[in-house]
């Protein structure tokens, strides 16, 4: 669990610590068993070597594009940020001007689930290896 907020990666959510007394309803195993079965399982989690390498925290997720600073409509959630895998990954940036593409480069990926509900939320991310 992260002492202080940080962002995460380059998803639009930041990770802080749980309030006391607010912890997650799906444990630890429980994602670990969610993890080969979601939208990027057939692409970052082929094999088991590639489920062994994950970074799992728990943490207060925030939406930084929802907030607007009141109760009413807090974007918050208990969630868990998970960062592993392993595939391949197209460079980012515009073509290049010599029209030679870059081949594609190890990465893995960077994704947000809620603790409640098992769900994947936002999308994920490619991070380079």
Known sequence: MPSAVEQIGSLPFDIGPLPPGVAPQLSLADI???IPS???ASRFFR???DLATVSIMVGLITARSD???TAANDPSFVGYVI???HSSCA???PPPSDGIYLPDAP???LFVIDGDTGHEIGGFSE???
């Open 47 to 49: 094999r088991p070597s």
């Open 38 to 40: 979601g939208q990027m």
């Open 32 to 34: 670990v068993d969610l």
């Open 107 to 109: 990465c893995h990926a």
């Open 83 to 85: 960062e592993g895998g």
């Open 67 to 69: 907030i607007d600073a």
């Open 127 to 129: 991070v380079g290896d």
């Open 91 to 93: 460079p980012n940036g």
